[in-house]
């Protein structure tokens, strides 16, 4: 598959051509390598070129809604009835282990109903967005491998634990190429800092720098504030004479120094740059929605990020995260009821007027976004203030819309307390192998060759979960 292919073909010369010792072999190394570098110096028409697919895709295009921390599933998308009965004692079957000392059962201080033909229960917090539920597929039997946030962000973001892997939206970008070579094929939309461990969330790693995410603080409001220096004093032919120059002189410096991808990276982030002066100072500009938009989405934070995400897809940006915030606002060790209703309160309606919008506009059926966090929460209460919950990998949720997954649909379950996954498992693998398989791309083929060995996003792990697509 394009560039998956050459870069296994080009390594196969390489090591055939390194074990041939000196002589001719390694003459004809050097002339390989200065062809790799050519290749390597429009590290830009990589980014931006269009990829076919391995198959047929439903989805085009991916927005991944955020909520680091780790919401609390029993008390969004998964109800208990069995927590409430037992509130403040023992669990009626053992209890897992958990990172903190926890108590007796919690139950859900909110209620749950059954929302759309599916009837699929769903908790008021999330009331609005529950309108659309059955266009969503919930996957109640998620689980991962770690109850701590950098290494389950790092699970959920990049496929590993603990090692430098690429990003979900950097294997995309890379395995499907830009759909608008004027703005980024990535980019992360968090105000107020970054998550926990950073950018490396969205990180290539060793992939080509081009497929990075770029990170938007939505917090500010003006578009010079969004995105820094996107303006410019000097007139356009002047901009562009001075960039020639830089260029020029920049790639009489690269050849200097052979192959070096980060170098090369960072040339080609001053052209994209020029290019985004022009596009983003529109596609950031939310004056130009009319005022009923900015009714539907509401006045806060996440309705701007929100209207800013859906007019990036328009623009054909391939993959956005619209992280909650900085930090871990979704970590509700105490105070879960009143840190609860305040956090899906500023989500509600942004969440359920974003579905109205892309279904409206016909962009539904080929955007597959994706509500979650790192893990769960527990059902059980934990110490001292036994009015919050402590970090649950075992069993946790997530929903999917639109991009061709099955709506009103709910998979999977975990057990009757809601501590772990049980029926129809889901890892995080398994997600990422499922979302790849909806934008065309097969997880087993989707390979980088880096050190040596043939790298991909699900690792040697991960299946296809056919049940949730239509």
């Not at 041939?20 to 110096?41: F, I, K, P, Q, V």
């Not at 109640?140 to 590993?160: Q, W």
């Not at 606002?329 to 989500?347: F, K, Q, T, V, Y």
């Amino acid at each position: 598959m394009h560039i998956l292919n050459e870069n296994t073909d080009n390594w196969n010369r390489r090591e055939m051509l390194t074990r041939c010792g000196m002589g001719m072999g390694m003459l004809a190394l050097a002339d390989l390598a200065r062809s790799e570098a050519a290749t390597t110096s429009n590290t830009a028409s990589l980014a931006t070129a269009q990829h076919k697919p391995h198959h047929e895709a439903t989805a085009k295009q991916v927005v991944h809604l955020f909520m680091n921390g780790g919401p609390s599933h029993v008390d969004t998308f998964d109800p208990k009835p069995l927590l409430t009965r037992f509130h403040g004692k023992p669990l009626p079957n053992p209890a897992l282990p958990t990172e903190r000392k926890t108590g007796g059962a919690l139950g859900s201080p909110f209620k749950f109903k059954k929302y759309g033909q599916s009837g699929t229960e769903v908790s008021e917090l999330f009331s609005q967005t529950a309108e659309h539920v059955d266009d969503m597929c919930v996957i109640r039997s998620m689980h991962a491998d770690i109850p701590n946030h950098e290494p389950s962000l790092m699970l959920m973001n990049c496929g590993d634990n603990t090692l430098p892997r690429p990003s979900f939206g950097s294997w995309v970008n890379y395995g499907l190429g830009s759909l608008n070579e004027n703005l980024p094929g990535f980019v992360v939309l968090c105000p107020n800092g970054f998550p926990v461990v950073g950018p490396k969330n969205w990180r290539s790693a060793f992939l080509p720098g081009a497929y990075q995410g770029t990170h938007i603080d939505t917090k500010q409001t003006r578009v010079s504030s969004l995105v820094e220096n996107i303006t410019n004093p000097q007139e356009p032919d002047r901009q562009r004479k001075q960039l020639d120059l830089l260029q020029s002189m920049n790639s009489r410096h690269l050849d200097n120094r052979g192959h070096d991808p980060n170098l090369e990276a960072r040339i080609q982030s001053y052209e994209l740059a020029y290019r985004m002066q022009f596009e983003a100072s529109d596609v950031f500009d939310l004056s130009k929605e009319p005022k009923y938009i900015h009714d539907m989405y509401g006045d806060g934070l996440q309705g701007r990020q929100l209207m800013i995400t859906r007019r990036l897809l328009e623009r054909g940006v391939r993959f956005i995260q619209a992280w909650h915030s900085g930090g871990q606002e979704w970590d509700n060790h105490s105070g879960i009821e009143p840190a609860l209703r305040r956090l899906c309160g500023m989500w509600d309606q942004p969440i359920a007027a974003f579905l109205t919008d892309l279904k409206q506009r016909g962009m539904l059926d080929s955007t597959l976004v994706l509500w979650g966090g790192e893990f769960g929460r527990t059902p059980v209460a934990e110490l001292p203030n036994l009015d919050g919950r402590d970090h649950n990998h075992y069993g946790f949720s997530t929903w999917l819309a639109g991009g061709g997954v099955k709506g009103g649909h709910v998979h999977g379950a975990t057990d009757e307390t809601g501590f772990a996954a049980q029926d129809n498992k889901v890892h995080v693998h398994d997600l990422h192998a499922t979302m790849l398989h909806l934008l065309g791309l097969d997880h087993e083929r989707l390979t980088y060759r880096y050190a040596g060995r043939d790298f991909r996003l699900t690792d040697v792990h991960g299946r296809v979960v056919k049940e949730i697509l239509a």
